[in-house]
Structure formats: C-alpha cells, structure tokens
C-alpha cells in the first residue's frame, strides 16, 4: 500500500525555522521525483520545492530559505524552512511522481500520490 506520512509541522514565529519531514512506502522511493506543496483556504495547491536524483526546483518565494533533501535510505524527503513569514502559513503536502522532466515538476497534475498534509501556521 503506497502511504506518504507528513510530519514536522506547527507555529513558529516570523523569522523562526521548522523542518518537515515525509515518510513513504509501498513503491520504490529511490525512483521518484518528490515534491512539497502548499495550500491556503480558497486557493489550489502552491509548488513550494521538488528533488530528483541529482536537481532540485524551488518556487521563487521559498528559494534561498527552504531546502529540499531526500534520504533515499530511509525513504524520507525534508523540507527545512528558514527565516518563515505568515505568508508561509499553508497546509504543506508531499507528493511523489514517477520519473518525468523538470519542467512539469511545478504542476501538481505531475504527482500521482499525495500524504495527508501537516499544518505549518507562522505568527508575525
């Protein structure tokens, strides 16, 4: 059975850090292209970070202060978030999309499987 477990969410303050994590089974995690996404009542889901076998994709708001990481040993990705601001604040989900080029990565039609989502709430 293919699960993706998001963990790691919770308030933080404006400027502050937190580190999500995500857990899968059921497929060959070493294989897929995994991604964050984000979602804001009334809004779709926001591309927020990606990671393939050697690149990663970053949404123009996070990049420089979130990071992507994936450890294939223990079929978890991360998301570490620095310097957070309440416009972070979203329902974070991670997803896992087979193999497939770096320019559909941002598109969340690209992912096939999807974990429950864990809150990250900012306070100024």
């Known amino acids: 059975q293919v699960q993706l477990v998001e963990s790691g969410g919770g308030l933080a303050q404006a400027g502050g850090s937190l580190r999500l994590s995500c857990a899968a089974s059921?497929?060959?995690?070493?294989?897929?292209?995994m991604a964050w996404f984000r979602q804001t009542p009334g809004k779709g889901r926001e591309f927020v970070a990606a990671?393939?076998?050697?690149?990663?994709e970053y949404a123009d708001s996070v990049r420089g202060r979130f990071t992507i990481s994936r450890e294939d040993a223990k079929n978890t990705v991360y998301l570490q978030m620095n310097d957070l601001n309440p416009e972070d604040t979203a329902i974070y989900y991670c997803?896992?999309?087979?193999?497939?080029?770096?320019?559909?990565?941002?598109?969340?039609?690209?992912?096939?499987?999807w974990g429950q989502g864990t809150q990250v709430a900012v306070s100024a």
């Open positions: 990671i393939g076998r050697h690149t990663r």
């Open positions: 997803a896992a999309s087979y193999p497939s080029f770096e320019s559909t990565w941002k598109h969340s039609q690209s992912y096939e499987r």
């Open positions: 059921g497929f060959t995690f070493s294989e897929r292209v």
